[in-house]
């Protein structure tokens, strides 16, 4: 075979986790323990290590601001979601008069019971608020007629 260099073998002596970390990933990719570490070794002590490092762990800031940036929009949602309901409940609701408000004191640890209860299934089925909003917006201003 023309244009192949002669290796030269070592033994190395791994710790167990590290060659059953070799083995399955060797094993995943169809290739052999001995490439695999050949290419690890390579990559370790190329001068450019630095620098795909470097833009490794700049890729993954990335990932993880774009995740910080949903989660402060999912909160936005959240607090105008709540604070628009508790906006619509207060202007809605009349004050009950005392003998019905102590009624309904009595019944409050039931009914809050009830919509923890509701709340879990909610959340377990899905889809969220915050993807109905996404799409709700989205079919808005598909079709033309977006509102603000």
């Known amino acids: 075979m023309a244009g192949r260099t002669k290796k030269t073998q070592i033994s190395v002596y791994l710790e167990p986790d590290i060659m059953d970390l070799l083995a399955h990933y060797a ?3 169809d290739q052999s323990m001995s490439l695999i570490a050949q290419a ?11 620098e795909r490092q470097e833009a490794a762990l700049a890729r993954r800031l990335g990932q993880i601001d774009r995740r910080l940036a949903r989660l402060e929009r999912d909160l936005g949602i959240s607090t105008e979601a709540l604070a628009t309901f508790i906006r619509f409940w207060l202007a809605t609701t009349p004050a009950l008069p005392e ?8 019944k ?9 209860r509701a709340l879990g299934r909610r959340l377990a089925k899905g889809p969220q608020l915050r993807q109905e909003v996404v799409e709700d917006l989205s ?3 598909e079709d033309g007629s977006g509102r603000s």
């Open 108 to 116: 409050l640890s039931e009914r809050y019971a009830a919509f923890t």
């Open 139 to 141: 079919a808005t201003e």
């Open 27 to 29: 094993a995943q990719r």
């Open 40 to 50: 690890a070794i390579a990559s370790f002590l190329s001068p450019d290590s630095a």
């Open 99 to 106: 003998p019905a408000a102590q009624a309904t004191r009595a």
